[in-house]
């Protein structure tokens, strides 16, 4: 069994719809289920309309129309004009239901996080109906698998948490009854009391990944919009080129500051079964794309280097922090209260003074929190006011082979040293995948690219 | 008015004492304050003699006797014979007492931190009585003080914590009243209720910063056993030198992972109070030293190196870390209740696998801790068992200068790379005054003296 | 300045309204402000269609209509013609408001404690609205105010908490730029962001104290559907009769257990300001009825018998409850999370049985949570299972005069024992206006006509 | 096997423990242990003669020299001459222990709760040895047992808890091996680390206890010097007399407010054990005593009156505090913080008034602290200051039978209504065996009387 997802820039068009059957065609024989997004942009354009209906804007039957407008024309191009009468009813059905949910979040102005749900999960309804339709209309035997079926979840509207045991005797179960290729929502679920829920940001490489770990299948592949992974974002770095494979951490280092290829969280599944994870682009099909596995093969030290601008730096820090009860605990418990993501930190001497990165829209807010948190110490002098250093990125070279390399660090910071660069704070873990480098952000693309010519092409010339 | 002190083995036996008297003779005739330890070894025998005491070996008594002894052959070899009888009545009454408690302990079989501070006080109250004397026995204007009367702590037996206000006012009181040069007893105070209490490791060194800040003092001298503060541990680095001046943050960093020439927490009432801190040494009296203040002068880039043995390297990671909520947060927490003292904390990834580094000999009690803290979701394999990597050693570059020059850490980790020293962690925070690498303790002695030729040879030539 | 306020059953019809004005009429002159609630039985018709359009029953479309056709009858009954058009459409006006959200609801299939306060608000909005019509088409200089427009709350929606220091401004502002007779809505408030609340149980007695509080009126007229406060809930006791006055303590005890005249909560404006207030019958306006007021003043022992049926007694108690550590602090905590309401709460000896009466409805959830919290206690039988007695009565006599009056509990007990009825717990606190006893509920009856024999008719005798 | 206890005032003198041996004699030949107190008054003297010590007061040593000389007179009356030296050398022996530690709190000025059970130790320690060779000395198969042998608790010094899995193994094991009448130390035992603990209040009724539970007895022997349990404290009714069987809780509740005849906790590990407690005085040996027992097995109502003095009420209530959330929750969370016994609650409102009863002692703190955790509330007058009333007693009839019987609570508050006895405040759980009455201290002797004229002796007549 091999799980395939496209994404929604992969079904964005009719034009586009038709390659990735073709893409499918040849494996529909093999055992195989598919995965869709909603049609590139449509989610989006849900939260849009609801949001007009939440503030009583009458232009959201407009924006609805088109949205309507535009599945029905991925209808008429993608069915043939015999079996297009059922479909097209079929779909506007689906409109009309959500027109009235629609209407009711503009009567009754409140839009309640089950209310997006069950709005937002029309998208891959409407995607993966159309799609399973066009496989039938081409002789293939596709069948439309709506997941809220079979992925059951907790009641957290928005991010709801998937109760695996269910899901995964539900998947199996209900794919020994059903022979024919199913074509699936993406990213939506059901609760337990049966409402529409949906699985947050990555949804539908989520969904992908838990099929593939119900249905323990040999491949995982999701088609996306670029080559698979790249040694650096290729927007900054002109020379960044595809890593053909990589182990799972890698892939999450490398996911963590840069591009989002794939959203870790959206691996776990997969990572757990070891099931291979093939990234392949829908509009290059034949180019092979990034695999990522269990074990990293090649000794290639580094895989790539990850890069994140925005990014500020915060210290606690004081002559008498060292006597302060508990710092680091009261630090970390009061930017978890807050719900600031901390990406980075590091502390060099014992408590002595703590240093942490938030990207920049935190950074106010966890210097408030943290400044009231240690007032006390503040005021006595002991601790000082919590510096802010905004406008920094992060650079990271990432990398499980660098492990026993002892050069790696000198490379690394011998090229960001040569090139002027001024390190601002590292981090480096024992998983010794991962060396990041805080610097000026004026200075993150002549960083990156410095790193990628000391770590990719001197080594290629 | 400079205050000075002078450290356990600068007042080992009568005749450095005699040095001590001579260092300080010219110094008489302006506004200063003397703070002594006890006796070289004294404390350590007090701690001793009272524990044999508290295990009912009656062998407690003769290691008394050698202490009168010794306390009464100082008398003898510093107090002009006419002087002595009174001085020596004195010193044998002061043995009683002490002779009385820890009778008292042999027989209720309990040493209690309160008794345990008292029988400690001893060592101070002796020396800095004799030495008293020994300066008055030479003409001097001088006058014991026991700084019981004027340190006011809490009751903290052990380490008790200064109560500023009321000590800062007590000594202000005691000198305008007494113009003689006081003679102080380090390490001791007394409780609000009037017990004595002790201030802890270094606290003599604690007492002589108390009465500089107290006293707005324009100089504080530290006098010890070693030529000031060093590049690098000269035991390990054969070529380190001492290091002129250097800011208090520098000193507090190096002080952190390095010998041990000053403790940071002792510095406080001089820094807050920006009095300069002179490291100078009794066994050659005429060399300058090293100076701390508030802003390091001379623009050398690196201030010195420092390293510390015996280190461990414990990490936080797995695939479902990143949905564990607060996970830093429940970390430092569990190593906050544990007492664990973190050495270096290094997270690359937001939370996706922290690291941490602490003393070997806590590695496993924190393992422990952690791993029943996460015991559910390691059960659930979304966080790894907590992997340990002992017998690693911290190496640390220091120096505010590093701020503005971008090649410190690629200069620092080529000379490791060139070494073939495997860098395990890393972590440089925001203060920019120090780096630190995380590497196998096999390698310590090997890239200590490559950072060493790299940062302060190789400009020299 | 006087405020008056109309319950439910009072403006229940035209009719109704029309005495309503005839009583309301000779006070016109004088300084008055009136409050109204809905029309009788309007609220729970609004909950009822709200509930209908949730559960997507159409049938809420006609019970909206039947809802409509009564205010609209109310207007053309009330009002004369030639001043009918304007209000009727205005009163079409609203109800098309609230059809609106009701569709919503029927379509988003959700109904928020926000949006039920909302539907809410019409009963009073449009009660008060006709009626203020109503006195103007009369010739009366009356007006109409929505206390949404002064009334400030919180956002706990369904029971909203008022912030009177807002409030009070706004009120007090408004009237001294109003000055006809205000006809108000009860009930209603706005939240601080602008949203419809409404003040839970007996909200429109509440609105009217907190009017009465904020102008410093002199009286307080609830007008209801009862002669008054009676000596015993009548439907018992064929003999009760009305108590002419007591203080509002008196009241709070009376109210506790028996007929819900008063909601204690309300009177909360009234009392702090120390403003009478008079308990009238709309249907026997003649008729004193109850005043209650700061202080009792005739010497009358015993005020009134107060009961309620239905009531389970649970005990905590075992051999070894003596030695659990806080013991009641953790049974009381128990309770309160599990919003378990105590009616009466009896220990007779130190934390070695604690005994406590609940509603029935609540006695097994309590059950279950207590031994729940003492599991393990209860496990080594330090304490027991907790016993539940079910199918009680409490009796409690109340009366500020028993304090000084030694024979109360004799008089009171004899009765019962004389009778035959069995007294399973007894309570009274040190205010000294209540005695409570848990009696058998098949023992009510007698128990009750016994007590109001003893106190009451015995006396007349 | 029986075990009997005699407390200190049966072995006060020689005379007296002649008179022990005496009833102890015939039931030698039967399977019995016994333990004993310290000598009446001993264990005040060793805290006494601890605490002169502890304030350096020289006259610890007459004290001591006259407890031991009690001690030795009291071999020397109850042992034969022949037989003395062996065992005044050994109590002298064990004088000198004592002697030791009482000087080490002399010399180092600390007496910890550790050191304070070691000294109190020595009351039982010398008491059971010698009792045991008085038996010796006339034939008797007896052996003495020191307690810490096999009582083994926790280290909280001053009131240790048992282990009793440990424990009851001990004791066990030991009586297998051990054939001949143990006298055993009553009071003392043993930590986990071997340091001497007490048990606390009472405690040699504890291991009297606890060696018939360990043991199965078929009896508890607690020989006292009254007359069993009273109807009431003969003190105060002249009429009083002894109850000839009561159940264990009909005790516990006797025991709660009146003469400490038993401290319920001590009876735990017999009542778990269902074996019968029998109350005998040494001075009236012939005298049947009460036994207790798990039913009580006459009909009588009430088994006796107990009360209690110095007693002081407290409310918490206010207008407002139908709104505080968890209001009763707070209040008894704050009592336990505090540490204040609550004797009686009472609340005959939902959260509207709480009131309870301390002791004099604890009232002002109990106000005070109450206060403070509901400052917020009483600055907004939603709940009134702790009102406090003192000079209250407690009087409570206790009784199994008044459960089924209607008229106890009528025949009580007739009994002190018809006295003019005020009663303050009331409370009877619904374990129906008490009755409790808070009244005005003056009252206290004419209510007693009265009750106990009401119950027991117009009964009688």
């Given amino acids: 069994m091999k799980v395939l997802k496209f994404g929604g820039s992969s079904v964005a068009t009719p034009a586009r719809i038709q390659s990735v059957i073709e893409i499918v065609k040849p494996l529909l024989k093999g055992d195989i289920a598919v995965v869709f997004s909603a049609f590139g942009g449509v989610t989006d354009n849900l939260i849009q309309v609801s949001h007009?209906?939440?503030?009583?804007?009458?232009?959201?039957?407009?924006k609805l129309a088109e949205l309507e407008k535009r599945h029905l024309e991925a209808?008429?191009?993608l069915i043939n004009i015999q079996r297009q009468s059922g479909i097209l009813?079929?779909?506007?059905?689906?409109?009309?239901?959500?027109?009235?949910?629609?209407?009711?979040?503009?009567?009754?102005?409140?839009?309640?996080?089950?209310?997006?749900?069950?709005?937002?999960?029309f998208g891959e309804r409407l995607s993966a109906y159309i799609i399973?339709?066009?496989?039938?209309?081409?002789?293939?035997?596709?069948?439309?698998?709506?997941?809220?079926k079979v992925i059951r979840t907790d009641s957290h509207f928005g991010y709801a948490k998937v109760d695996f045991e269910t899901t995964n005797k539900l998947i199996t179960e209900y794919f020994k009854h059903h022979q024919d290729v199913q074509i699936i929502t993406g990213f939506v679920a059901t609760s337990e009391s049966g409402e529409t829920t949906t699985l947050g940001r990555s949804g539908s490489d989520y969904t992908a990944a838990i099929f593939a770990g119900a249905l323990h299948a040999t491949d995982l592949e999701i088609w996306t919009d670029v080559d698979g992974m790249m040694t650096a974002d290729p927007r900054k770095v002109k020379k960044a080129f595809t890593v053909p494979q990589m182990s799972y951490e890698e892939a999450m280092e490398l996911s963590h500051f840069g591009a989002k290829v794939i959203f870790p969280a959206t691996m776990?599944?997969?990572?757990?079964?070891?099931?291979?994870?093939?990234?392949?682009?829908?509009?290059?099909?034949?180019?092979?794309?990034?695999?990522?596995?269990?074990?990293?093969k090649n000794g290639k030290m580094i895989k790539g280097i990850s890069s994140m601008n925005g990014v500020s730096l915060l210290s606690l820090q004081g002559s008498g922090l060292l006597g302060v009860v508990g710092a680091s605990m009261r630090l970390f418990a009061t930017l978890?209260?807050?719900?600031?993501?901390?990406?980075?930190?590091?502390?060099?001497?014992?408590?002595?003074?703590?240093?942490?990165?938030?990207?920049?829209?935190?950074?106010?807010?966890?210097?408030?929190?943290?400044?009231?948190?240690?007032?006390?110490?503040?005021?006595n002098e002991e601790i000082d006011e919590i510096p802010v250093e905004t406008d920094l990125s992060i650079v990271a070279v990432v990398g499980d082979g660098m492990k026993h390399s002892p050069g790696t660090s000198g490379r690394?910071?011998?090229?960001?040293?040569?090139?002027?660069?001024?390190?601002?704070?590292?981090?480096?873990?024992?998983?010794?995948?991962?060396?990041?480098?805080?610097?000026?952000?004026?200075?993150?693309?002549?960083?990156?690219?410095?790193l990628h010519e000391a770590f990719f092409l001197s080594d290629r010339k």
Same sequence: chains 1, 2, 3, 4.
């Avoid at 039938?136 to 439309?144: I, L, M, T, V």
């Avoid at 599944?269 to 990293?296: D, Q, R």
């Fill in 336 to 379: 978890a209260r807050e719900n600031v993501n901390v990406i980075l930190i590091s502390q060099a001497s014992s408590e002595h003074s703590i240093c942490f990165a938030v990207e920049n829209e935190y950074a106010h807010r966890a210097k408030v929190a943290i400044e009231k948190e240690f007032q006390y110490e503040i005021r």
């Fill in 412 to 450: 690394m910071f011998s090229a960001l040293g040569k090139n002027g660069v001024n390190v601002v704070a590292i981090a480096q873990g024992s998983s010794e995948r991962n060396i990041s480098a805080v610097i000026p952000q004026v200075d993150a693309a002549k960083a990156l690219n410095a």
């Fill in 89 to 121: 009813a079929q779909v506007k059905f689906m409109m009309n239901e959500l027109e009235d949910v629609l209407h009711g979040v503009y009567l009754v102005k409140e839009r309640t996080p089950r209310t997006l749900d069950y709005v937002m999960s």
């Fill in 75 to 77: 209808v008429r191009e």
């Fill in 52 to 62: 007009l209906a939440l503030q009583g804007n009458l232009e959201y039957k407009t």
């Fill in 132 to 148: 399973a339709e066009a496989f039938k209309d081409r002789g293939h035997a596709a069948e439309f698998l709506d997941a809220r």
């Fill in 268 to 296: 776990q599944p997969a990572m757990v079964n070891k099931i291979p994870i093939w990234i392949k682009n829908t509009f290059n099909p034949t180019f092979e794309g990034t695999v990522i596995h269990a074990e990293s």
